[in-house]
């Protein structure tokens, strides 16, 4: 899926870039009364010159990169995902990201969302039990780990990590004789000798492998990409006007939870907190705001929440950690000299990294002229576009959707499988209660049982109700329902071995039914997969939605 279609990427992004100069050139009276219009221009320079010098220096680690001159006005497409071994709609972004980059002369960069907090460290394979059939299991690439950032998430049993491929390819040949984790893990093993992070490595190498297969994009972690003068000054926007932010931010929230249906409070995001001016027993600490940010170091790897107040004519910015707190005081009303403290402030123990919101919104306004989004986030962005409105007083600009659905190779779907179970379960029934239809003729005790059942059956009429005692003739009704359930019994033990090859034949339906539904999950790693079989779905799919 691609919406736009591949072939109209040039035009949305000439869009943005159209919608990007009017805002530029915009003189002030015309300018939405937010951020002045010279702000961007000096903002969005500055920010790509980096972006592109510190996506080459990174890229250039661990692959080639041809010679890129960061001051040449070229448009830049992004997209962007968690550094995991994420299912092929995802990897397929990537494809179609560098095919635009191609056909637009454009910087194809892919942003690695590495403040996000890493939740497993294992993917799902479908593999053979001894009895041939199809189960899932679990094989890990590391141990531990979890419930911290990417960024920080070091490698904690290396073995475990060198011996990934190895497992993966025996879990995965009886279905997937070719995985491509074979040629992706070699470099994985170059990367965490490098970097030590799981997320780093499993990133880096798919890059290094996207390089082999010709994909001209280059790559960058968020955790490098908001270093520096540019993120501070975007975030200082926010910072220095919390109270308005928070306002559109939180109202934005409730918008979209009402349009879309939503009662959850924590869905898309929850609202940022503010003080309780009701409550006059709060004192000073009534005061902190909640930012859309997060804050983390190595010693305390942890996300924690940022929060800001007004003391006097200065701001404080605090993770308002009980332990160790982190604070920085910077000038209000004055975001150029408070960027550059935000900046000083920036140490291996205070990372301060954008929430999901904000990290769209910087990729969109500044770092890319094109995002491309995968379905999930263009929605969230439905939301990001009602903020960018109204805070920053901008279009917002336009982003694509790509995404994909990729199964596993060898599947055959039985169309007819609905009513095969229905009319077994129907047959299972009906030795119970109408056996006499199975039974095959010759012998005596059949032909006894059938004759009784039928001239039991040929007594009924509609005189009474066996259940109703106040029925005419009811007890010889009663005596009648008792006959024909004995009747049924006789001839349901008779057909024990009938039913048996039924229920049979109704458990290997349920049994194929389970083990279509585990191969035709979408959720499977790309890894599992063979590259002579995803390279080829991919090209296909681009072109029919070309």
């Not at 220096?57 to 001159?69: A, F, G, H, K």
């Not at 336009?398 to 007819?416: E, K």
Request: glycine content about 6%; overall charge negative; hydrophobic content about 40%.
């Amino acid at each position: 899926m691609l919406d736009p279609p591949i072939q109209d990427a040039e035009l949305w992004l000439k869009h943005n870039l159209v919608r990007q100069q009017e805002e530029a050139s915009a003189k002030p009276h015309e300018v939405r009364p937010a951020i002045r219009s010279e702000f961007w221009t000096e903002l969005i320079k500055t920010a790509r010159r980096q972006l592109l010098d510190d996506a080459i220096r990174y890229t250039s680690v661990y692959r080639n990169v041809p010679e890129i001159d960061p001051f040449a006005s070229r448009p830049i497409v992004m997209a962007g995902h968690q550094p995991t071994l994420f299912h092929p709609g995802v990897w397929f972004k990537n494809f179609a990201l560098d095919q635009i980059g191609s056909d637009t002369g454009a910087h194809a960069i892919n942003l690695v969302i590495d403040n996000d907090v890493a939740s497993s460290r294992s993917i799902r394979v479908p593999n053979h039990d001894s009895l041939g059939r199809v189960r899932a299991t679990t094989v890990n690439y590391d141990a531990g780990g979890m419930g911290m950032p990417f960024e920080q998430a070091k490698i904690r049993d290396l073995r475990q990590f060198d011996a990934f491929e190895r497992e993966v390819k025996h879990a995965i040949s009886p279905i997937v004789s070719d995985p491509l984790v074979t040629s992706l893990w070699p470099h994985a093993r170059d990367a965490i000798r490098r970097c030590e992070i799981a997320g780093c490595a499993l990133a880096q190498a798919r890059h290094a492998l996207e390089g082999e297969l010709g994909w001209n994009t280059l790559e960058i972690p968020l955790g490098v990409a908001v270093r520096g003068l540019p993120f501070a000054r975007f975030v200082m926007e926010i910072i220095d006007q919390f109270e308005r932010f928070h306002q559109i931010y939180n109202a934005a929230a409730e918008h979209y939870r009402a349009w879309h249906g939503i009662r959850s409070t924590a869905h898309p995001v929850p609202n940022l907190a503010k003080p309780d001016v009701g409550d006059p027993n709060a004192g000073n600490l009534s005061q902190w705001w909640e930012l859309p940010l997060w804050v983390y170091g190595n010693d305390s790897p942890q996300r924690r929440g940022v929060w800001v107040r007004r003391v006097g004519s200065r701001l404080q910015i605090s993770d308002r950690s009980p332990e160790r707190e982190m604070t920085v005081e910077v000038p209000a009303g004055d975001p150029d000299a408070a960027a550059e403290m935000l900046v000083d402030a920036a140490s291996p123990e205070f990372k301060l990294r954008p929430r999901a919101l904000v990290t769209t919104m910087f990729a969109r306004l500044v770092l890319s002229d094109l995002f491309l989004h995968g379905i999930g986030g263009g929605k969230y962005d439905q939301l990001a576009d009602r903020i960018i409105e109204q805070f920053f007083g901008v279009v917002p600009p336009a982003f694509q959707v790509v995404s994909a659905t990729v199964r596993l190779p060898g599947q055959t779907i039985d169309d007819d499988r609905s009513m095969k179970v229905a009319n077994l379960q129907r047959q299972i029934r009906d030795t119970h209660y109408q056996g006499e239809r199975f039974l095959d003729g010759g012998s005596q005790e059949t032909d006894r049982l059938v004759s009784l059942k039928t001239g039991l059956l040929n007594e009924l009429d509609d005189h009474a109700d066996p259940s109703d005692p106040h029925a005419k003739n009811w007890p010889r009704k009663q005596r009648w329902q008792q006959e024909i359930e004995a009747v049924n019994q006789q001839i349901s033990r008779i057909l024990e071995p009938r039913r048996a090859k039924l229920l049979a034949e109704l458990e290997r339906l349920h049994q194929q039914e389970a083990e279509e539904s585990i191969l035709a999950s979408r959720e499977w790693s790309f890894c599992l997969f063979s590259l002579e079989d995803l390279i080829p779905s991919f090209r296909g799919m681009l072109q029919r939605n070309g």
